[in-house]
C-alpha cells in the first residue's frame, strides 16, 4: 500500500522558490572579480535564475545537456546552480587550478554545449576554447562593456547581454527528483579525473541534512561564508542549504588572501564560516599579526583535509570561534561526518574535549559507515581497531560518469563505496581518519599516520606547513620523513624539530628525517599533493642508507 501524501519531487529550484517567497529580501553580498562589493537579495537573484534559464531555453539547449562554469564564488555562479540545474540542464563546475589541458579534457568528456567563466579565466579559455568542440556558446561573466574588443574566441558574449533581455517569468519545470543536476570531476591526482554526476533528490536531500543542528546548524539568523570553492563539490552545497534555510550569504570572489577574508568578515557580520585548513592558516596568520579579533564570527566548518590540532585550539582557545572538524569526499556530495559532541561529551574536561575534536566526527543521518579489514569483514567500533572507511546512502555516489561503479558488496548485496580512507570509529560513533590508504606509511608491519606526523609538526611554532611521506627502506619497508615550510622569518633545525617530537609520539613513529621546502605543493583544492612532493623529492636517500 503506498501512501497517501502529495507526491512532489524534490527539485532544485524549490529551494530556490522557497528563498524568493520567504527570503525574498535576503542578502547576497559578492566581492566580485571587478574589485567592488556587489549586493543583491534571494528575489532578485531568483528573477535573473528564470532569466538564465530561459536564455537556456532560446540555446535550444535540451534536458540533460551540459553548461559549465569556470568562476569563483559569486552571485552570478549561484544564479548558474539554479538557472541551469533548475531548468533540468546540468551544471558542470570546473576547477580552475586544473592544468589547461585537464580542463579541455573534463569539457570533452563531459560534452558541455556553454561555458560560462569569470573574466579572470580569459587566458584558460583562450589555451582551450579550439580544442573544445561540443561547445556552442562562450559566456563571459560580465557586463556588455566589459567584454574585451578581441579576445579570439568566436561569438564570445557578456552573461548580461546573454540573459538580460530574457523573461523573468518563467515556469520552473517539474521532472524526475532522480534527474541529474549537477556535475563535479574529481581532481584526478592519479590518472583522469572522474565524473561524480549528483541529482535534484541527493542535492536536496544533502541540502537539508548540511542545515541540522548537529550538522552546519543554519538558520535564517546566519552569516554565511563559503570560502570553500563552488568550483569543487558544490562549495560544500552551501548554496543549496543557504536558499534553505533563507541565511545571509557572502562571497568571498577570487580574494582568498587572510586580510581580505578578514575585512569581508568584520564588514559583513559573518557568523560561519567553512573552507579547507590551508586557506584558515592564511587567514590566522594574517589575524594574529594585526593583533585582530573576530567580531561576529562564532563557528567555522573545517574539512577537505585534516584540520591540525594546533588550529583548532587557535579558533577555539585565542579568537573564540568553535571549530566543526568535518570529512567528505566529491563522491560523497561532500559531507559525510561532522564533529558535533554528544551532551555527554560537553562535561569532558577540556583537552579531552579538543582531543574529541580532532576526529572527523559522526556520521549524518542518511550516511551509513563502517570499517572492514582486507577480509571485507567489519571492524569493531573502539576506536583503535582502524580499516579501510566504506560509506553509502542517497547522497553516496554510485557509478561514474560514463564510468564504472566502484561499489563493493557485503554479504547481504548491498553496495558500499570504498572511500580509500583508513579511519577508526569509537564506541560514540565518532570516527577518526587515520590517513588515505595510498598516504599511510608502512614500517615494520605496523601502520604510521601521515596525519599524525604532520600534526605534531604543525604545532611547532616556527612551522607553517608538514607534510609527511614514506621512503623506501630495505629492513622496514617505508620509514616517514617530514618536509617543513617555515613560517616567514622563522628559523628551525632539523634537531629542533626532531626534538619537537619527543615525548608526543612512540619513538618508531619518530620521523627519520626533516627535509626543509620553500613551500609544500598543493593541488587543485588547496589540499597537499604529495604526490608532486614525491617527485620533487625523487634523488632523497634517508641518512644512513
Ligand atoms: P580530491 O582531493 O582528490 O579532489 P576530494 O576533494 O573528494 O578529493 O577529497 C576527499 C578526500 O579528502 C578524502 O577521501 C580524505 O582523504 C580527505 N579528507 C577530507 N576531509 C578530511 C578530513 N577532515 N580529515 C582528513 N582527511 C580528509
Redesign the pocket.
Known amino acids: 500500500m503506498l501512501g497517501l501524501m502529495q507526491n512532489q519531487p524534490l527539485l532544485i529550484s524549490s529551494l530556490l522558490t522557497f528563498a524568493e517567497r520567504h527570503h525574498g529580501d535576503g542578502e547576497i553580498v559578492s566581492r566580485r572579480v571587478e574589485g567592488d562589493i556587489h549586493r543583491t537579495t534571494y528575489r532578485q537573484l531568483a528573477g535573473r535564475a528564470r532569466q538564465l534559464a530561459s536564455a537556456l531555453d532560446a540555446q535550444g539547449l535540451a534536458m540533460g545537456e551540459r553548461v559549465a562554469s569556470i568562476a569563483w564564488n559569486g552571485y552570478r555562479h549561484m544564479e548558474m546552480y539554479f538557472g541551469v540545474s533548475g531548468s533540468g540542464r546540468v551544471l558542470h563546475t570546473i576547477n580552475p587550478r586544473l592544468h589547461p589541458e585537464q580542463i579541455a579534457w573534463v569539457v570533452n568528456h563531459a560534452e558541455d554545449r556553454v561555458l560560462c567563466f569569470d573574466m579572470t579565466f580569459l587566458p584558460i579559455v583562450q589555451a582551450i576554447h579550439s580544442h573544445c568542440p561540443t561547445v556552442q556558446k562562450w559566456v563571459m561573466l560580465c557586463d556588455a562593456d566589459k567584454l574585451p574588443a578581441d579576445s579570439g574566441i568566436p561569438n564570445l558574449v557578456s552573461y548580461e547581454a546573454w540573459i538580460g533581455a530574457m523573461r523573468t517569468d518563467y515556469a520552473w519545470p517539474q521532472f524526475d527528483e532522480n534527474t541529474a543536476s549537477s556535475i563535479c570531476y ?4 592519479t590518472g583522469n579525473p572522474k565524473g561524480v554526476l549528483y541529482s535534484h533528490r541527493s542535492s536536496v536531500l544533502h541540502a537539508y541534512a548540511a542545515a541540522l543542528p548537529d550538522v552546519m546548524c543554519l538558520s535564517s539568523r546566519d552569516a554565511v561564508l563559503p570560502v570553500v570553492p563552488m568550483f ?2 558544490n562549495a560544500w552545497g552551501i548554496p543549496y542549504s543557504a536558499a534553505l534555510t533563507g541565511c545571509k550569504l557572502v562571497f568571498p570572489g577570487p580574494a582568498l588572501d587572510g586580510k581580505s577574508v578578514y575585512e569581508l568578515i568584520e564588514a559583513e557580520g559573518v557568523t560561519f564560516a567553512a573552507g579547507v585548513p590551508t586557506v584558515w592558516q592564511m587567514l590566522l596568520t594574517h589575524v594574529r599579526s594585526q593583533g585582530q579579533k573576530f567580531s561576529s564570527l562564532t563557528r567555522t566548518v ?6 591540525p590540532p594546533a588550529m583548532i585550539a587557535a579558533f577555539e582557545d585565542e579568537f573564540g570561534v568553535h571549530v566543526l ?7 560523497t556530495s ?1 559531507l559525510g561526518t561532522l564533529c558535533t559532541p554528544k551532551k555527554k561529551q560537553l562535561a569532558w574536561p577540556l583537552e579531552q574535549q579538543r582531543a574529541l575534536q580532532q576526529k ?1 566526527g559522526r556520521a549524518i543521518c542518511g550516511v551509513d559507515m563502517k570499517i572492514v579489514g582486507g577480509d571485507g569483514q567489519e571492524l569493531p567500533w573502539d576506536g583503535k581497531t582502524y580499516g579501510d572507511l566504506l560509506v553509502r546512502g542517497p547522497w553516496i555516489l554510485e557509478r561514474y560518469f560514463k564510468g564504472d561503479s566502484p561499489l563493493v558488496e557485503d554479504a547481504s548485496g548491498l553496495g558500499w563505496f570504498p ?3 583508513v579511519a577508526t570509529i569509537d564506541a560514540d560513533g565518532f570516527m577518526h ?1 587515520t590517513d ?1 590508504s595510498k598516504d599511510v606509511i608502512k614500517s615494520g608491519g605496523e601502520w604510521i599516520s601521515s ?1 599524525d606526523v604532520e600534526n605534531i609538526a604543525m604545532g611547532h611554532p616556527a612551522v607553517a606547513m608538514a607534510a609527511c611521506i614514506g621512503m623506501p627502506h630495505p629492513k622496514w619497508d617505508e620509514r616517514p620523513i617530514v618536509a617543513i615550510a617555515l613560517k616567514p622569518g622563522a628559523s628551525a633545525t632539523r634537531e629542533d624539530i626532531l626534538a619537537f617530537y619527543e615525548g608526543k609520539t612512540a619513538k618508531w613513529q619518530i620521523p627519520d628525517d626533516v627535509v626543509f621546502v620553500d613551500a609544500i605543493p598543493l ?3 588547496g ?1 597537499m599533493l604529495k604526490t608532486r612532493l614525491r617527485e620533487q623529492l625523487a634523488g632523497y636517500k634517508l641518512p644512513g642508507l
Open positions: 574529481t581532481s584526478g591526482t569543487h563539490v573545517i574539512g577537505g583535509a585534516a584540520c572538524h568535518a570529512w567528505g569526499m566529491t563522491e561532500p572527523q572511500t580509500g580512507d581518519i588515505r596525519i593541488g587543485a583544492t589540499k
